[in-house]
């Protein structure tokens, strides 16, 4: 079964940075458009950041534009990171990376991703 796992969550002070990764269990995902998603408690899940799987395209959030940066590892590209710098308390979440293996391009629509990691929890403390 693919899988898609995640890490890098933790507890971080409001100002701080962390790191996540999403490792996908087959080297197939390269291609394939790639999003980090998040949910916080009593709230719909949202994208985050998204990058394209046959370009360098990206997409931000406006409430992470300029704090997050999306990524792939070089050189397979198979690896997907997100970079956060800046924290908020309200960054507080559940992140979760996801694949939408129908398209390589850029993808925003939550419901096109058919692929999700089981989450890791980010808490920002003010």
């Known amino acids: 079964q693919v899988q898609l796992v995640e890490s890098g969550g933790g507890l971080v002070q409001a100002g701080g940075s962390l790191r996540l990764s999403c490792a996908p269990s087959?080297?197939?995902?390269?291609?394939?458009?790639m999003g980090w998603f998040r949910q916080a408690p009593g709230k719909e899940r949202e994208i985050v950041a998204a990058?394209?799987?046959?370009?360098?395209?990206?997409?931000y959030a406006v409430s992470v534009k300029g704090r997050f940066t999306i990524s792939k590892d070089n050189p397979n590209k198979n690896t997907v990171y997100l970079q956060m710098n800046s924290l908020k308390p309200e960054d507080t979440a559940v992140y979760y990376c996801?694949?939408?293996?129908?398209?390589?391009?850029?993808?925003?629509?939550?419901?096109?991703?058919?692929?999700w990691g089981q989450g890791t929890q980010v808490t920002v403390s003010s």
């Open positions: 996801a694949a939408d293996r129908s398209n390589a391009g850029l993808i925003t629509v939550l419901s096109w991703y058919d692929v």
């Open positions: 087959e080297r197939s995902f390269s291609n394939y458009a």
């Open positions: 990058i394209a799987g046959s370009s360098s395209s990206t997409y």
